[in-house]
C-alpha cells in the first residue's frame, strides 16, 4: 500500500501512513529533527542548530508526499525539508510506551543456573569480525561472557579492554591484583568467600564492566560464581512489588575508606530505574554498604525486608553460573547488572586473579560498528 501523509488543520501534526502503521509527528519535532545541511552537519551528522534557533510557534503549511519520502515546509522559515518513510517509522514516538515499573529492553535476556556461560576463544576476537562481535553482543546481551586461550602474562587483561575501548583507571590503579595478601586493604585480597556484589558501588558514576583475568588457580577452591542482578530484581517485583519499589524508590548509601588517601562515598539506589521505569543498575555490596539514612522511619524495617529478599535470591544456588577459571581464562561482567562471587580457597596451590575496570559506551559503541558492518553486507 502506498505511503499517504495529512495535515491537521493547526498545522501543528503531521499524520503519515506507512506500512500499515499510522503515526503523527508534532511539527517542532520534526523541525528539530530536520535531516537539512544546514540544520544536521553532513560530515558528523551533530545538529547544527539550537533549540532557541526553532521559532516559537513554528508549523507546517505544507506536507506531501515524494516518492518514499515526505516533504514538508516550515513556516515561518519557509523552509522545505524532506524526510525519508523509512526514517520516519524508525524514529516513530507515537507508539506504546513502556511505563511498567523495572522493564528491559528487548536486547536484555535475563537467565539463571542453567545458562551455560558463554565462552569465546582470545585468538578469535582478536581477529575482529564475526567471533569479536557475537563476544560483545553475549555481554551486552546476557551481562557477562568469558574468554578461554589467553595469554598467562601480567597485564593481558588490559589488552581484553582494548580490543573494545579503554580501561577505566581507579585508586586501585590501571589494574589490580586479586590474591590473598597480609594485611589487605581490601577483603577481596583474602582466601574468603565473598558474597555475590557488584564492584566499586560507593563511585559514582560506577565501572560499568569489569574483567577478571586468571593466572594461576591451583588452588582448592575459589570458584568464580556469577549471578544475574536483573533476574533477582526480577523475582523480587514480581514476588514483593513495594519491597521493589522500595529499593528503587529510596538510595542506598555506599562508602570505602580502606586504603590512606581514598574516601569514596556514593548515594545511589540498589535497584536503579530510569524515569520512565526502565531497570537500569543494581548496586549490591555488603561489604562497601553504609549506613542507610534516606529511609524514612517507618520504611526502614519494610526496606531491610527487601534488602534481604534481594539478597535470598541472589544468594540462592538455583541462581548462579559458577566456573573455575584456568590460566589464560578471563571473564568480563557488566557491573551495573551482573554480581561475582568467589568461593572461598585455601590450603596448597595458589590462586592469581587480575582485575581491571572498564565502560560498556566503548563496548556498545564497538559493538554497533560491527553489527552495521554486517548489515552493510548482508
Ligand atoms: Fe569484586
Partial sequence: MPSSVTLDAT????????????????????RDNALDPDTRAPGNGQRLITIGDIPEGVSLSAAAMDG??????????????????????QNAYDRDQRSDLGWMDDTVTTWDSSQEAPSFDWADVQQGGASKRDWLAAVARLGFAKLTNGPTTEGALTDVADMFGYVRETNYGRYFEVRTEVNPTNLAYTGLG??????NPYRDPVPSLQIL????????GGDSIVVDG??????????????????????????YKGSDGVCLRSRRPMIELSPDGQLIGIRFNNRSSAPFVDVPFDKM????????????????PEM?????????ESFIVDNTRVLHARKGYSGAGSRWLQGCYADKDGLLSTLAVLSDVREAAE
Wanted: glycine residues 8%; aromatic residues 14%.
Fill in 68 to 89: 518514499d519520502s515526505v516533504t514538508v515546509t516550515f513556516q515561518p522559515e519557509g523552509k522545505t525539508v524532506s524526510y525519508p518513510c523509512a526514517w520516519l517509522a
Fill in 320 to 328: 548462579g553460573v559458577a566456573f573455575k577459571l584456568e590460566p589464560g
Fill in 11 to 30: 498545522g501543528n501534526v503531521l499524520t503519515l501512513d506507512h506500512d500499515g502503521a499510522t503515526y503523527r509527528f508534532h511539527a517542532v519535532w520534526l
Fill in 213 to 220: 583475568y586468571c593466572l594461576e588457580n591451583s588452588a582448592e
Fill in 230 to 255: 536483573f533476574r533477582a530484581a526480577e523475582r523480587l517485583r514480581d514476588d514483593n512489588p513495594e519491597g521493589f519499589a522500595l529499593l528503587a524508590g529510596y538510595p542506598a548509601r555506599f562508602e
Fill in 194 to 199: 565473598l558474597q555475590a556484589h557488584t564492584d
Fill in 301 to 316: 524495617e519494610a526496606y531491610y525486608a527487601a534488602y534481604r529478599q534481594l539478597g535470598d535470591y541472589i544468594d540462592d
